[in-house]
């Protein structure tokens, strides 16, 4: 069946402006993460979404991160103002949410100018 | 606070060589361990997961034992390949449902012929 898909795989924008990440899950998985890998911090884990809750959004770095889920399918991760720290790999992943296993897509590469 | 402490790479072997890569964790509870790998230029990938002291768990040669007693979750391979080359992440989840991952800052591996 169809993985975690991400878009666009490759972002370049320039500092100060607004930046939309896609992920579409599994069909099924009702938990869905956000993870931020970059070279200086490794994999950091940003938000985790409930079917279209947030119960745990200890990990985005600033209120310049938001992320919304809506018909608890698709998720966007939006950064507003962005800076040249924020240039990273951002992951998705999703689970079914008693399960511990969560699979991975291939990741948003996002470069800040 | 919870967290994951694997070895700097890289590690560099020749082809049917031996691979250790050390990974040790501090944790409330009894978390489950799990291994990741990251080929070049895909996403990442489950190797293998232990979800319980003494559990080994295994895949494609890789093998890795829930050692409760050291916190630890050591990654071997008997004959390493040049395909194995990639980056490989230790990560703890704790026993709650919709916990995210907690990721070493990931090893490096380079298998030449």
């Known amino acids: 069946g169809a993985g975690v898909s991400q878009s666009p795989s490759n972002k370049v924008t320039e500092k100060g402006k607004d930046v939309e990440l896609r992920c579409d899950p599994i069909?099924?998985?009702?938990?869905l993460y956000w993870y931020r890998q970059s070279l200086g911090q490794g994999l950091e884990f940003l938000i985790y979404?409930?079917?279209?809750?947030?119960?745990?959004k200890s990990g985005l770095p600033s209120d310049r991160f938001s992320a919304e889920r809506t018909g608890g399918s698709v998720s966007t991760l939006t950064i507003q103002r962005t800076q040249q720290e924020d240039s990273a790999v951002y992951l998705c992943?999703?689970?079914?949410?008693?399960?511990?296993?969560?699979?991975f897509g291939p990741g948003t590469r996002l470069l800040v100018l | 606070g919870n967290s994951v402490t694997q070895m700097e790479g890289p590690v560099t072997l020749s082809e049917e060589a031996f691979l250790t890569i050390n990974c040790t964790y501090t944790a409330t509870g009894y978390p489950s361990l799990f291994w990741y790998v990251q080929y070049p230029g895909e996403g990442l990938q489950l190797l293998l997961k232990a979800t319980k002291a003494d559990d080994k768990g295994s895949n494609k040669g890789f093998e890795a034992t829930y050692r409760k007693e050291t916190t630890s979750f050591h990654l071997e391979k008997g004959s390493v390949q040049v395909s194995d080359s990639a980056v490989y992440f230790c990560?703890?989840?704790?026993?709650?449902?919709?916990?995210?991952?907690?990721f070493g800052k990931g090893t490096t591996l380079s298998v030449s012929s």
């Open positions: 992943a999703s689970s079914l949410v008693y399960q511990e296993t969560q699979y």
């Open positions: 990560a703890l989840r704790l026993n709650q449902a919709g916990t995210a991952l907690i």
């Open positions: 069909s099924g998985h009702t938990a």
């Open positions: 979404f409930q079917g279209n809750s947030a119960p745990d």
